[in-house]
């Protein structure tokens, strides 16, 4: 089974569209996150949730609104797509890492493109 | 800030070759560090990682000790193989912070 999972895994689509990427994991974690990776292979984090409580939002245009229906569960809701925002976008979990040694457990990414 | 520096690649090795990847890190108070590996088309897996000060992370063949006096988490591996092929990424996390801050990444490649 797989522990953290996204859907879809490829995404292209024209700019102006607004388009979902879905995340579970079922690995009882209780924290969630959103991370990009350019085209460059640089990652930095997007969102923190824990709980279903947002804790990070790190300054990401308000284009892009996460929602955690439950801990098991956190989605990307992304509006009037940009040619900017193509890149791979990874989700993960980890136990409540607020002791900051917490393994982080990373899905298999979407591929976003933009066109 | 906290920040995470990683040697510049790519790297290029034979087989059987010794592997160095050097990572500093700036970070107040005492991180968490890691490597993690990306295999061509995948997600994020860990390889190893150290919470304190002087504590050596291992898996795989792969060491990494945590030196606070020169802040540095260097990955060291004896012996390389083909497999070995992958993007590398150090990383940091504070306590508190809920998050990873990762290196550039360095892209490895063995040649048979």
């Known amino acids: 089974d797989t522990a953290v999972s996204q859907t879809p895994k490829y995404l292209v689509t024209q700019m102006g569209n607004d388009k979902s990427i879905k995340c579970e994991q079922n690995?009882?974690?209780?924290?969630m996150y959103w991370y990009k990776q350019d085209s460059k292979k640089f990652l930095k984090i997007m969102f923190s949730?824990?709980?279903?409580?947002?804790?990070i939002n790190e300054t990401v245009p308000n284009r892009f609104s996460p929602k955690s229906p439950d801990k098991a569960h956190l989605n990307l809701h992304i509006n009037s797509l940009e040619l900017g925002d193509s890149a791979v976008y990874f989700c993960a979990s980890s136990q409540d890492s607020r002791g900051g040694g917490e393994t982080q457990y990373f899905g298999p990414g979407t591929r976003l493109l933009v066109l | 800030g906290n920040s995470v520096t990683q040697m510049e690649g790519p790297v290029t090795l034979s087989e059987e070759a010794f592997l160095t990847i050097n990572c500093t890190y700036t970070?107040?108070?005492?991180?968490?560090l890691f490597w993690y590996v990306q295999y061509p088309g995948e997600g994020l897996q860990l390889l190893l990682k150290?919470?304190?000060?002087?504590d050596k992370g291992s898996n795989k063949g792969f060491e990494a000790t945590y030196r606070k006096e020169t802040t540095s988490f260097h990955l060291e591996k004896g012996s390389v193989q083909v497999s070995d092929s992958a993007v590398y990424f150090c990383a940091l996390s504070r306590q508190g912070a809920q998050k990873l801050v990762f290196g550039q990444g360095t892209r490895l490649t063995i040649n048979p």
């Open positions: 690995l009882g974690h209780d924290t």
């Open positions: 150290a919470t304190k000060a002087d």
């Open positions: 949730y824990n709980n279903k409580e947002l804790i």
């Open positions: 970070a107040t108070g005492y991180p968490s």
